[in-house]
C-alpha cells in the first residue's frame, strides 16, 4: 500500500473569496459553518470540478447559479459526500472530511462522513420521500434511528416543522397521496427533523409543475428570512434575488463570480454570467 | 342504431349499456367453452376406462393422504429458498470479491443444472461420501437451493430497481449504509418481489412433485404406488393431478386475495389520518 498522497485542496489552509463576507443575519463575530476548500471532481477523464471553494455564515442563504452541466449539483453533493471528490477538503460545523480517493472505503472515514452528513440536510430534485413510510414517519426515521431519538420526542420535532412546511394536517397520508409540492415540503420538513446546521436544496423545484413551484419556494424563503443557513443550487433568479446573501455562478467547475445577487444577477461582471443570464431574459423571467 | 338522434348523455348510456352487454356475453362464451372442455374430458375418461366407484373412494383419500406433506415440503423449501436467495442477493450485489464469486458460482451452477439431478445427487450421490440425509431433508435442500439461485437474481433485481435516490436520501440523512439498507431498500425491495415469491411458491408446489423420486410419501409417490399396483397408473395419476391442479388454483386465489389486501392496506392507511 502506498502512502496517502497529500492533496492540495486539502493541504493549503481554507481562503476567503473578495466577496464573501458574513451576510446581514449573521451574529457579529460568528466563525463559518461550512467551508469547502478547492474541491475537485474527475468522472474518468471528465473534470467536472476545478477547485471550486465555498464559505458560509450561519444564518446565511446562497444561491449557486449556472447551467446544467456546469457542476453545480456535482459541487452541492460532495458537500456531503453523496459525491466523493477527487481533491479538496470540507469542514461543517467542526466536522473535517477531506477528499482521499485512494482510501473511499475506511469505516472511520464512513463514520466521519455521517457525522458530516447529520450537520447537513438535504433536500433533493425528486423529494426521495420514503414510499413506505408515512409523512410523519418519513419526519422521524433518522431521528430515532440515527441520533437516538425517543419517538414522542421526534414526533413532537416532526410536528413542529410539519406545521411550519403548512402539512401538520398530512401527518399520516402517505407519499403516493401528496402533490409534488406537497412532497416537497414534505421532503423539507424531513431534513429539518434532524435539526442540520445547513440545509443543502439541489434543484428542489425543478421536478415541479410550474403552478406548485410558489408553495415550495415560499417555504425556503420563509426559512432564508429566520436565518436558516442555507445552500441552494436554482435556476429561480427571482428567489435567489430576494433570499441570497450572496450568490454563486458556476461555469465549467468554477465558480467565476461571487457577491450580492443585486451584482451578480443585476449586474454580473462576467461575460460567462452575463451569456446565462441574457438566455433568461429570452426565456422572460422579469428580474 | 342513429347516434344524431340521441343526446349527448343518452348517447353515453347507450354506449355503456352496449359495452356491458357485448362483455357479458364474452364471459358467458367463455363459462361455455370452459365447461365443455371438462365435460369433454369427464365423458372420455369415463367411457374408456370404466371408472369404478369403489377403486375410486379408495385410492382417492390415499393419495389426498400426500397433500399435507407436498404443502410443508414446498412451504420449508420456499423458506430456505428465500434466505438463500436475499444472502444469494447481497452476495451479488457486494463489492466484496469472496462474497460475490461465492454468489455468483451459486447462482451459476445451480441455475445451470437439472433439478431432477440435483434432488438426485442429495440422495444417491452424497451418501457415497458418507453422507446419508433422510429424504425429507435431501427434498427440502434440493428444492430448497435450486430456488434460492433462481430467486437470488429475482431479489438482486427488485433490489436494484428501488431508485438509488431512496439510498441518497437515507444515508443524506445520516444512516449508515446498512442501516439505510435495512430500514429503506429492503423493505421496498421486498414489496416489489413479493408477488414473484408468491410465483415461485406455486411453482414449487408443482416441482415438489420430484421428491416422490427419492420416496418421500407425497402426492406424485402415492399415486405411482397404487397405480402400479393395481395397474390402473392413468386413473391415479389423473388424480394427482386434480389435486396439483386444485392446489394451484386455490394458492393462486390466495395469492391475489393478499396482493389486494395489501394494496387496499396502503390506501386505507393513507385514508386514516
Not at chain 1, 10 to 21: F, S
Not at chain 1, 35 to 56: E, P, Y
Request: glycine fraction near 8%.
Amino acid at each position: 500500500m502506498s502512502k496517502p498522497i497529500d492533496l492540495r485542496g486539502a493541504a493549503e489552509p481554507h481562503q476567503l473569496h473578495p466577496a464573501e463576507k458574513p451576510g446581514v443575519l449573521v451574529k457579529a463575530g460568528a466563525g463559518p459553518v461550512l467551508q469547502a476548500t478547492r474541491i475537485a471532481k474527475w468522472f474518468g477523464d471528465n473534470h467536472v470540478l476545478r477547485g471550486a471553494s465555498i464559505t458560509v455564515w450561519p444564518g446565511e442563504t446562497v444561491c449557486i447559479l449556472g447551467r446544467s452541466g456546469s457542476g453545480k449539483s456535482t459541487f452541492l453533493r460532495s458537500l456531503n459526500f453523496l459525491e466523493d471528490p477527487t481533491d479538496g477538503r470540507v469542514e461543517i460545523d467542526g466536522v473535517v472530511v477531506n477528499a482521499d480517493p485512494f482510501h473511499t472505503e475506511g469505516k472511520d472515514r464512513a463514520e466521519r462522513i455521517r457525522e458530516l452528513r447529520m450537520r447537513a440536510g438535504m433536500v433533493f430534485q425528486e423529494f426521495n420521500l420514503f414510499p413506505h413510510l408515512s409523512v410523519i414517519g418519513n419526519c422521524i426515521e433518522a431521528p430515532i434511528l440515527v441520533k437516538g431519538m425517543a419517538r414522542k420526542e421526534a414526533e413532537a420535532i416532526a410536528e413542529k416543522y410539519l406545521e411550519k412546511v403548512g402539512l401538520l394536517d398530512k401527518r399520516d397520508e402517505y407519499p403516493s397521496r401528496l402533490s409534488g409540492g406537497q412532497r416537497q415540503r414534505v421532503a423539507i420538513a424531513r431534513a429539518l427533523t434532524m435539526q442540520p446546521k445547513v440545509l443543502l436544496f439541489d434543484e428542489p423545484t425543478s421536478a415541479l409543475d410550474p403552478t406548485l413551484v410558489g408553495e415550495v419556494l415560499k417555504v425556503m424563503a420563509d426559512l432564508a428570512h429566520e436565518g436558516r443557513t442555507m445552500i441552494v443550487v436554482t435556476h429561480e433568479m427571482d428567489f435567489a434575488h430576494e433570499a441570497a446573501d450572496r450568490v454563486y455562478y458556476m461555469d465549467q467547475g468554477e465558480f467565476v463570480e461571487v457577491g450580492p445577487p443585486e451584482q451578480v444577477i443585476d449586474a454580473p461582471q462576467d461575460q460567462r454570467t452575463r451569456d446565462f443570464l441574457a438566455r433568461f431574459r429570452t426565456l422572460g423571467t422579469k428580474k | 342504431m342513429n347516434a344524431g338522434s340521441l343526446s349527448q348523455s343518452e348517447l353515453a348510456a347507450a354506449v355503456a349499456q352496449s359495452d356491458r352487454r357485448r362483455e357479458s356475453a364474452w364471459s358467458l362464451r367463455f363459462r361455455i367453452i370452459t365447461t365443455l372442455i371438462l365435460l369433454a374430458i369427464g365423458t372420455f375418461i369415463a367411457v374408456y376406462f370404466n371408472v369404478e366407484a369403489t377403486f375410486l373412494a379408495s385410492a382417492a383419500p390415499f393419495i389426498a393422504g400426500g397433500i399435507s406433506l407436498t404443502i410443508v415440503v414446498a412451504l420449508l423449501s420456499i423458506m430456505l429458498a428465500t434466505i438463500l436467495a436475499v444472502l444469494g442477493a447481497l452476495g451479488r450485489l457486494s463489492r466484496s470479491a469472496t462474497a460475490n464469486a461465492i454468489a455468483s458460482f451459486y447462482v451459476s451452477f445451480f441455475r445451470g443444472t437439472p433439478l431432477l439431478l440435483q434432488v438426485l445427487f442429495w440422495y444417491l450421490g452424497l451418501p457415497q461420501v458418507g453422507i446419508v440425509l433422510d429424504p425429507f431433508v435431501c427434498a427440502v435442500g434440493a428444492l430448497g437451493m435450486n430456488y434460492g439461485a433462481y430467486m437470488t437474481e429475482l431479489f438482486r433485481a427488485g433490489i436494484q430497481a428501488v431508485p438509488v435516490g431512496q439510498r441518497e436520501a437515507a444515508v443524506a440523512l445520516g444512516m449508515s449504509e446498512q442501516t439505510a439498507f435495512r430500514r429503506v431498500v429492503a423493505p421496498q425491495a421486498f414489496r416489489i418481489v413479493l408477488p414473484a415469491i408468491g410465483n415461485d411458491f406455486i411453482a414449487m408446489l408443482k416441482d415438489s412433485a420430484l421428491a416422490s423420486t427419492v420416496t418421500l410419501h407425497e402426492i406424485l409417490w402415492r399415486a405411482q404406488n397404487i397405480g402400479r399396483r393395481e395397474f390402473k397408473s392413468l386413473q391415479t395419476l389423473l388424480i394427482a393431478a386434480v389435486f396439483y391442479w386444485i392446489m394451484t388454483i386455490a394458492f393462486s386465489a390466495l395469492q391475489s386475495w393478499l396482493e389486494r389486501r395489501m394494496a387496499a392496506g396502503d390506501r386505507n392507511q393513507a385514508v386514516k389520518a
